[in-house]
Every structure is written in structure tokens, then in C-alpha cells.
């Protein structure tokens, strides 16, 4: 029955204008791209703990954010 179909869809977008049938192509890719992304298992967070050591770079955690939110605001006093 799959066949049937694929060969039905083939046929009629053969009958398609080539403008229409590299829409029909692009459509297809872009659904497959979308499937494929969703379809993969995102790492989890919990498989990283641990992955790097205390205090990372020698920096605590909250003097880094707070180095990082200065350094931000300082270039954004900048004219």
C-alpha cells in the first residue's frame, strides 16, 4: 500500500511545474529537518554534573555572573 502511495505522489508531482516541485522538495526537507531535530533525546542535564571541576577556570560561579553582568554594563555605557 506504501508504494502505491509513493508511486501515486510521485507521478503527480512529475504533472507539477518545476517552480512547484522545488517548493514540494524544500517543504519536504524542511518537515524532515523538523522531525529529525524533535525526534533526537535532548541531553539531560544531570549526565554533565560533575563534568567539570570546583571552581571552574579558578573563578567562583557568583563572581563570575557578577564580573560578567559589570563588564556588560560597562560596554553598554560606552557612546
Known sequence: MASQVYDR???EAEALPEEQQLQLIA???????L???SGK??????????S???????EDAQSW???TRAESDDN????
Not at 517543504?27 to 529537518?33: F, Q, V, W
Not at 567539570?52 to 579558578?58: D, I, N, S, V, W
Not at 553598554?76 to 557612546?79: A, D, E, I, L, Y
Open 9 to 11: 505522489l510521485i507521478h
Open 27 to 33: 517543504s519536504l526537507a524542511e518537515h524532515l529537518r
Open 35 to 37: 522531525t529529525q531535530l
Open 41 to 50: 533525546e535532548r541531553p539531560r542535564w544531570e549526565d554533565l554534573a560533575g
Open 52 to 58: 567539570a571541576p570546583f571552581p571552574l577556570c579558578g
Open 65 to 67: 555572573v557578577s564580573r
Open 76 to 79: 553598554r555605557r560606552v557612546p
